[in-house]
């Protein structure tokens, strides 16, 4: 089974422009989680979505938005970006169900994002 | 756990001896945790999970103890090996009454020395 794969690997954009990042989640998964990885903030949760509907947000302000396709494939866009934007951009992938159980994720190796 | 932005605490250990690292976390309603390896330049990868009903679990060589006490999580690894040198990661998921995030803890970046 092909694991969480994100593209691009590596981008790098200036300021004030905007990026959009890709994640294909494991097949079968209908949960996709979005994290931002800094070296100062470690690793901060960004949204999840599941079944094309955003279920849960982190503090991030509405410069970082997402969505999800009916194929589970998720998007992810930051407006006007600044320079603190610059991160690893993971992408997490789950089976998605709310009963209690483990619920195990599976990361992507992530988008690194370089602001100029 | 909680992202306090400070540097990584580091452990080093010779190789073979056992390994534990540390996490406190900071929602008593937290019920599922889980420890993840992440290797330079990877994304973080699950190693073991425990639900709040357990105070014990084991996996393949690493052990999770889970302290709701004092809100403290544990990672053993026995006979540390080279290929386990990374940043481990603990997380703890609010239920889903709560919103259901995981929060990651600030990382402990582990050194085997061969």
């Known amino acids: 089974k092909a694991g969480v794969t994100q593209t691009p690997r590596y981008l790098i954009k200036t300021r004030g422009q905007q990026v959009t990042l890709s994640c294909s989640p494991i097949s079968g998964h209908r949960s996709v989680s979005w994290y931002q990885q800094t070296p100062g903030q470690g690793l901060q949760f960004l949204f999840e979505?599941?079944?094309?509907?955003?279920?849960n947000k982190g503090n991030f302000p509405g410069r970082f938005s997402g969505r999800q396709f009916s194929n589970s494939r998720s998007e992810m866009n930051v407006s006007t970006l600044e320079l603190g934007d610059s991160a690893l951009y993971l992408c997490?992938?789950?089976?998605?169900?709310?009963?209690?159980?483990?619920?195990?994720?599976?990361f992507g190796p992530g988008t690194r994002l370089t602001v100029l | 756990g909680e992202n306090v932005g400070l540097h990584l605490p580091t452990l080093s250990v010779q190789e073979g001896d056992n390994s534990i690292i540390n996490c406190a976390y900071s929602n008593s309603a937290s019920d599922y945790f889980i420890w993840y390896k992440q290797e330079s330049g990877k994304g973080p990868q699950f190693i073991i999970d425990?639900?709040?009903?357990?105070d014990k679990r084991q996996g393949q060589r690493v052990t999770v103890l889970l302290n709701k006490t004092v809100k403290h999580l544990s990672l053993q690894i026995a006979a540390t090996q080279p290929g386990d040198s990374a940043v481990y990661f603990c997380?703890?998921?609010?239920?889903?009454?709560?919103?259901?995030?995981?929060?990651f803890g600030q990382g402990t970046e582990l050194s085997v020395k061969p």
């Open positions: 997380a703890d998921r609010a239920p889903y009454n709560q919103g259901g995030k995981l929060i």
């Open positions: 997490a992938s789950s089976l998605g169900g709310t009963s209690g159980g483990s619920n195990e994720q599976f």
């Open positions: 979505y599941f079944s094309e509907t955003q279920r």
């Open positions: 425990i639900r709040s009903n357990m």
